[in-house]
């Protein structure tokens, strides 16, 4: 019989539950990038949903924090909602919900490693010649030394440097090693230490020999008075970062008494008192903080003073110091108040107020010291507009280059429209076949106007000759090449380098993507060899979890994954997960160019077996599929699937159950044919655009099927934001069989 219903789409809940999730995070979701359509592995969701009927979407809402979404093709009910927090590069923690298998979460362990890897072979050590620089050599470390240093503690020393015997010596390493002495003497409480790298050659001129020469200086105890011994620790523990990190510290701790004062003030403590104290003898010594707080300071009021052309709630919305209100407290912090003046010129000169000054902001501090009103002052000075375009002489005509610049007579004139012409200039001259050309802006102020003037310098003209490709032990040549965005013959633009770049590091396949361009030796002209330089990543990957779920209760899981078979970019992934109710064994190939076309493929192939309440079934599924981004938005999917459901152990009145459930031994296969459009901003966090889905699935016997019946699902959304700040969303959902 056929059926029908209309609901409230699920496509909404995920917008509001990233909502509710990233409200927690407002100041990292300024920083968040759009939403990337990066392949996501089918297996990132632990719920047994099969992955050719998902629609999976990925987005890193805070530093580290991530949020996995997937739904049904169609308009089927279920839905997965993952959060992953990467703890540290191999583990993380994880939380999920499934509308079919509960709630759960876990900790994984993420491994990618190489089963056999190729090794360049080491360059061999050379002599080191008479003469020569020695911090240029290039040789092997034969030794290294701490001068007058008793032998234990340079044993401890040792470990700590990124230098080690026989292996090949790196300038930076020496004075990255340099920085880890100083460290280890300011932690010892020598701050005023020295440390001086020294190279020299090998015995017969084999290798080199570095040495440390140190000087630790007096030995200081460093003690704070006044505040808490969480702040105490903080403050230690900073300011043998800020010691260690610097090529001098004063005699005085001039420096080092300011920053505990801002350290202080950077947490509200407006009027926070630091006083220094130094005793002892020369080689052994007291440095004493004495600290005051004081009460933090709250901003009681904010006002702006002498702003006409730019509203008060437009110059609100610019500084990050706020006003108290009845949703939180704000404190008086002077280094966010000097970048809250430095963002308010900035908009000004936006606006073109390129005069614009902002005074000394006037702090009256209340009688108590805990509050404060603040006043933000504002000279504008006026508004310049363009008054002309110039431009030095060249192969382009000024009226190409006035064009290609976007600025014309009487437009508002700005640094930030400046620099915008100057890097629309330099991508039209890139297209144009001149990737090394040269833009510099600069404009003479009038009375109210400026006159501005480019100097151009196309360079050498550039066409692309030959491409070579190295680094690529493993991956085929063809697959580098079809990622490239230019052919020979085509200009030499940085920006198809720079796509071509983006395209390689999308594979996932490599850790380090390089292409330049160089001369064709012995041919004068414009032609250019380009040059694409990869480094390889391990191919495999190995994931191990273990965690709970309030449906099958604890659970470990096992996922093994080879990320480019034969050098082709292909998957193929074995996961296998057990609990006390449920085996899962899943097989999982992906081809992301079926055909050679931008036609990525699914094959899944999954044996379940489930124990439930009165009975218990095998699972085994099959299933292909192929999608096809056939216009911007659009997406259509091809899918086929068989599986087949055999119950056994049905215990003695679960009859009733499994008819209720409509559970049988049953083998359903269907193809099935899915529209997808999706035009949202943000399918998380979505402010304006459209989501429509449609599948249409066709059960027969001459699919494997042994019942015959069709299903249709289609859902879709609305969401639009006005500019009041409110956001208008809808949704439906439709399903037929």
């Given at each position: 019989p056929g059926t029908?219903?209309?609901?409230?789409t699920g496509d909404m809940a995920a917008s509001y539950f990233a909502s509710a999730l990233t409200g927690l995070f407002e100041t990292q979701l300024k920083k968040v990038f759009r939403l990337e359509r990066v392949r996501i592995n089918a297996y990132a969701l632990s719920g047994s949903a099969d992955p050719t009927t998902q629609l999976t979407l990925g987005k890193e809402v805070a530093d580290n924090l991530f949020i996995i979404y997937s739904t049904e093709l169609g308009g089927e009910e279920r839905q997965i909602y993952k959060v992953d927090w990467q703890v540290t590069r191999k583990f993380d923690l994880t939380a999920e919900s499934d509308s079919e298998a509960g709630v759960g979460g876990g900790l994984e362990f993420t491994n990618r490693f190489w089963l056999k890897r190729h090794r360049r072979e080491p360059e061999p050590a050379?002599?080191?010649e008479a003469g020569e620089n020695l911090q240029d050599v290039a040789g092997l470390i034969q030794a290294i030394r701490f001068p007058g240093l008793p032998a234990e503690q340079a044993g401890r020393i040792v470990k700590k440097l990124p230098l080690r015997e026989g292996e090949p010596y790196q300038r930076a390493r020496l004075f990255e090693g340099a920085e880890e002495v100083r460290r280890f003497y300011v932690e010892e409480g020598r701050i005023h230490a020295a440390v001086e790298p020294e190279v020299s050659a090998g015995p017969d001129g084999d290798g080199v020999i570095v040495s440390y020469a140190v000087d630790p200086g007096p030995e200081f105890e460093v003690r704070?008075?006044?505040?808490?011994?969480?702040?105490?620790?903080?403050?230690?523990?900073?300011?043998?970062?800020?010691?260690a990190e610097s090529v001098f510290v004063d005699e005085d701790f001039e420096e080092s008494e300011s920053w505990v004062r801002r350290y202080f003030q950077e947490r509200g403590y407006y009027t926070a008192d630091v006083l220094l104290e130094n005793s002892g003898e020369d080689q052994r010594r007291v440095a004493s903080f004495v600290i005051d707080p004081g009460p933090r300071v709250e901003v009681r009021s904010l006002t702006f003073e002498g702003n006409q052309a730019i509203p008060d709630d437009r110059l609100r919305r610019q500084v990050l110091t706020t006003a108290d209100s009845t949703f939180g407290r704000d404190y008086l912090i002077p280094e966010r108040l000097e970048k809250d003046l430095v963002a308010i010129r900035n908009l000004y000169r936006d606006n073109g107020h390129l005069l614009v000054r902002t005074p000394a902001p006037r702090i009256r501090l209340m009688t108590a010291g805990d509050q404060v009103e603040l006043v933000l002052r504002v000279e504008e000075g006026p508004r310049f507009t363009v008054a002309g375009l110039e431009f030095n002489e060249g192969p382009f005509t000024p009226e190409q280059l006035a064009g290609w610049s976007g600025l014309a007579t009487g437009n508002l004139f700005s640094p930030r429209a400046l620099l915008e012409s100057e890097g629309r200039l330099r991508a039209a001259l890139d297209r144009e076949g001149y990737p090394d050309a040269r833009v510099d802006g600069s404009g003479i102020l009038g009375e109210d106007t400026v006159q501005v003037r480019?100097?151009?310098?196309?360079?050498?003209?550039?066409?692309?000759?030959?491409?070579?490709?190295?680094g690529n032990h493993r991956t085929q040549e063809k697959?580098?090449?079809?990622?490239?965005?230019?052919?020979?013959?085509?200009?030499?633009?940085?920006?198809?380098?720079?796509e071509s770049q983006h395209n390689l590091y999308r594979l996932g396949l490599?850790?380090?993507v390089r292409i330049g361009y160089e001369p064709v030796p012995?041919?004068?002209?414009?032609?250019?060899?380009?040059?694409?330089?990869?480094?390889?990543?391990?191919?495999?990957?190995?994931?191990?979890?273990?965690?709970?779920?309030?449906?099958?209760?604890?659970?470990?899981?096992?996922?093994?994954?080879?990320?480019?078979v034969g050098g082709y970019d292909r998957s193929l992934t074995l996961h296998a997960r057990a609990s006390e109710q449920e085996r899962w064994l899943q097989v999982l190939i992906e081809e992301p160019r079926l055909f050679t076309r931008k036609w990525p493929a699914l094959i899944s192939i999954v044996n379940e077996r489930q124990e439930e309440i009165g009975f218990s079934f095998r699972r085994r599924s099959d299933a292909f599929r192929v999608e096809h981004e056939f216009r911007p938005d659009w997406k259509r999917f091809f899918r086929y699937n068989l599986q087949r459901v055999d119950l056994f152990d049905i215990q003695a009145g679960s009859e009733d159950l499994i008819q209720e459930q409509k559970l049988e031994d049953l083998d359903l296969g269907d193809i099935g044919f899915a529209l997808v459009r999706d035009n949202r901003d943000d399918p998380f966090l979505t402010r304006?655009?459209?989501?429509?889905?449609?599948?249409?699935?066709?059960?027969?016997?001459?699919?494997?099927?042994?019942?015959?019946?069709?299903?249709?699902?289609?859902?879709?959304?609305?969401t639009r934001t006005f500019k009041g700040g409110g956001t208008f969303a809808s949704g439906a959902r439709l399903g037929l069989a």
């Open positions: 029908s219903g209309l609901d409230i050379r002599p080191v704070f008075q006044g505040v808490k011994p969480k702040d105490e620790k903080s403050l230690r523990k900073e300011l043998e970062r800020l010691w480019f100097t151009v310098t196309p360079g050498p003209p550039a066409v692309v000759g030959d491409i070579r490709i190295q697959i580098i090449r079809r990622e490239l965005t230019f052919k020979r013959g085509q200009p030499v633009s940085r920006a198809r380098l720079l490599f850790s380090l012995d041919r004068p002209g414009s032609e250019r060899t380009l040059v694409v330089e990869v480094r390889e990543s391990p191919p495999f990957r190995l994931r191990v979890g273990a965690g709970y779920s309030s449906e099958y209760g604890a659970r470990g899981e096992v996922v093994v994954t080879h990320e480019n304006k655009g459209q989501y429509l889905s449609a599948e249409l699935r066709m059960f027969a016997p001459l699919f494997g099927s042994d019942a015959s019946f069709g299903k249709f699902s289609a859902r879709g959304s609305f």
